[in-house]
């Protein structure tokens, strides 16, 4: 056998007593489409066997055995555990043979009766114990039959869980009635136990949201051992934000891992994706090829939640790889993970705080694999407003209202948070430039070994600079714009920006006199060195910054606790109930909630004396109306063109004499406002791309955006 390494042919002799055994799943379900078969040239090399199905007998033979290593058998007492084993196999047997559950991507298996077993030894009650690992991979026609066959058996009897604690602990800012309780407290209980939820749901019911949330809830409330975040709490109110605080932590590098992983699955994901891969080093004393971690491999050595959104667009190979890493041994051994494609080391250990959460679409459970599902816990979300009530309703929004003030402060404070990093490190960098400017002058009168005063040894230092300009351009060009600057009168000096006040006592110290201050004053210079060194840097994001609108928590409070506002989405999220016959859906009612607040925050309508009904009713038909019957207030398109959309600076697109193209910009503009992303589709060479470029261009001139805006061409190679 020969196999590659880093660029080297591997030669392995094969030993003649070498046996090759190979383990195959059957397709079913879903699956069967998606899995490649294997080519009858491939399997003529081997003999195949088919795996008899179990009888009772030995199911039960197993099971006793394992009751016994656990130590089941001491917690429930000897007669007490010889019938739970006797009625949890009956059970197993019978529901495994259920019609309904055949086509059940995460058929029963000996895997499942080890789980129920190792948990009850961890202290669980059975019932509750065998209704979270067998019972919350079905939909609740389906539970609700399986729990009706399970209580038929003596030894099990309905509990009635409270859920107080997570209630009491679980985030403030995410909404859950008694379905999505339901959900929670077996996707915790799997988390608690070492195992690995899959939640699956229709497309926009909050299945990415909920992952994250459990991610973070894991962090705080069950890893054993604390996890060290910083003195801020993690508590993000959107998966959006949970991003961002990731972002920051890795930026500012205040910690040394983020809280949680987030992979958004697609077709074209790899292993590699995964768990790393070999990359070109740029350090001269390293190894020309150096292994680099993946985010999985990442969260399995340091103990953190692993979310990968939408599994089902992950292919079988890559689902698969994973088997071996949620496989459990109940031998109390340090568990690893295999990374063959990083030879310097080949095993990974599994740090006990590792979890995977997954989430795929209810419609695409089947198309996973058998095998991968088997091994994880699968969590059926039910959709939350489906029989949600008026007053659950207004809870739900309030809360969502709640959540987009806590982003918008939250999002202040990091931009005023920014300004004072960017400002301190500004004052820190003049003060040590302009310490080496007085250290250079005064050593150079020492050279000159003369008594003149400063200004004369700044004259000679400028005479100095013109003989040498070959060697320092630089110089030369930050002198004379100094020079330049300064040649008015002192009144005009004086109103020059200092960037260090230090530096300018400094001055007065060594000279004596108030000329010399006019003829030479550092922080001109350095004004000057910026201003033709760093236009785009650090100076014009503090500018920027700066001029940003001043930040008015008091009417956004004012906002939030609008009542007429919480009536006015109820009342459109029945409306669009009754025009399209379905829900909307929690993302749908989510993304209406916060394009509603921002709105109303950002376009000021109580001074355009704008109705704020006439605001709600705007977004909605933004979000889910035909954009060609689109109708906007007039005096918000007057205040949009007027105040925001003047004209292209570039002077390259026209769009004040045409209604339509008018009515296009400030659409772009209202979606903005609202942070929601556009595509627009339309004939080729009728101006989509113009536009959308015209409309990057004003309103990063007129909003102080900091930098400039990207442009990108697509296509169908891509990737």
Not at 298 to 311: C, E, Y
Request: net charge negative.
């Amino acid at each position: 056998l020969a196999y590659e390494d880093k660029g080297k042919l591997i030669k392995v002799e094969v030993p003649k007593d070498f046996c090759c055994i190979l383990t195959l799943n059957p397709s079913k379900g879903k699956f069967s489409d998606t899995r490649q078969e294997l080519p009858e040239s491939f399997k003529n090399k081997f003999i195949s066997i088919e795996f008899p199905e179990m009888k009772r007998e030995e199911l039960y033979t197993i099971t006793k055995g394992a009751s016994h290593a656990f130590g089941v058998d001491k917690i429930l007492g000897d007669e007490s555990c010889k019938q739970f084993i006797d009625d949890f196999i009956s059970f197993h047997m019978e529901w495994s043979k259920n019609e309904k559950i055949q086509d059940n991507v995460a058929c029963l298996v000996i895997r499942d009766i080890l789980a129920v077993l190792h948990i009850i030894k961890e202290g669980e009650e059975p019932t509750e114990t065998i209704m979270n690992i067998y019972g919350a991979r079905y939909i609740k026609p389906i539970k609700k039959e399986m729990e009706e066959t399970l209580l038929k058996y003596k030894s099990f009897k309905k509990n009635v869980k409270k859920n107080d604690d997570i209630i009491n602990n679980f985030p403030k800012d995410y909404y859950f009635n008694n379905n999505t309780l339901e959900v929670i407290s077996t996707c915790l209980f799997s988390l608690k136990h070492g195992r690995y939820p899959i939640i699956a749901g229709k497309s926009g019911i909050g299945k990415k949201l909920l992952a994250c949330k459990l991610g973070d809830y894991f962090n705080k409330n069950i890893a054993e051992n604390e996890i060290i975040i910083g003195n801020d709490e993690i508590n993000p109110m959107s998966d959006k934000n949970i991003t961002a605080n990731i972002s920051l932590r890795s930026k500012n590098n205040k910690y040394d891992e983020p809280p949680l992983y987030i992979i958004y699955c697609t077709k074209n994901s790899k292993v590699e994706d995964l768990i790393g891969k070999q990359k070109v080093s740029n350090n001269k004393d390293e190894d020309l090829i150096q292994w680099q971690d993946g985010p999985l491999i990442k969260a399995v050595r340091n103990g953190r939640p692993l979310i990968l959104i939408g599994i089902h667009e992950l292919q079988t190979s890559v689902l698969e790889y994973m088997n071996d890493l949620l496989d459990r041994k109940y031998d109390g051994k340090q568990r690893f993970l295999n990374n063959p494609n990083n030879p310097n080391e080949p095993e990974i250990p599994i740090n006990k705080n590792f979890r995977l959460i997954c989430t795929t679409l209810l419609s695409d459970l089947n198309k996973l694999s058998p095998a991968f599902a088997s091994r994880m816990d699968i969590k059926i979300l039910d959709d939350q407003l489906k029989d949600i009530n008026e007053n659950e309703l207004s809870d739900l929004i309030k809360i969502c209202m709640e959540n987009v003030k806590t982003e918008l402060v939250s999002y202040e404070e990091e931009y005023k948070k920014r300004l004072q990093e960017l400002k301190g490190e500004k004052i820190l960098e003049n003060s040590k430039t302009n310490e080496s400017i007085i250290n250079i002058s005064n050593q150079e009168e020492l050279l000159n070994n003369n008594n003149e005063n400063l200004n004369d040894s700044i004259n000679s230092n400028h005479s100095n600079n013109d003989n040498n300009s070959s060697k320092s351009p630089k110089s030369e060009k930050s002198l004379n714009s100094r020079s330049s600057k300064n040649s008015g009168n002192s009144e005009d000096n004086k109103s020059n920006k200092s960037y260090s006040n230090n530096s300018r006592t400094s001055s007065k110290n060594n000279s004596g006199n108030n000329s010399l201050n006019n003829s030479f004053d550092s922080s001109n210079l350095l004004e000057m060195e910026f201003e033709f060194d760093n236009q785009e840097g650090d100076n014009y994001e503090i500018k920027m910054l700066e001029e940003r609108e001043i930040f008015n928590e008091n009417r956004l409070n004012n906002i939030i606790n609008n009542q007429e506002i919480v009536l006015e989405i109820k009342k459109y999220y029945f409306e669009y109930r009754k025009i399209y016959e379905i829900n909307m859906n929690m993302s749908f009612l989510c993304k209406f909630i916060r394009s509603t607040i921002l709105l109303l925050f950002k376009i000021k309508y109580e001074d355009l004396e704008v109705d704020l009904k006439e605001i709600v009713k705007l977004v909605y038909n933004l979000l889910f109306s035909e954009y060609s019957s689109l109708e906007i207030n007039e005096k918000i398109k007057e205040n949009i063109l007027n105040e925001k959309l003047k004209e292209d600076p570039n002077q390259q697109y026209f769009f004040n004499e045409s209604e339509t193209i008018k009515n296009y910009m400030i659409s772009l503009y209202l979606y903005c406002l609202m942070n929601i992303h556009i595509y627009v589709f339309g004939p080729p060479g009728v101006g989509k791309t113009a536009g959308a470029e015209c409309f990057a261009r004003i309103r990063t001139q007129n909003e102080k955006l900091y930098g400039n805006y990207k442009k990108y061409a697509f296509n169908s190679s891509t990737t």
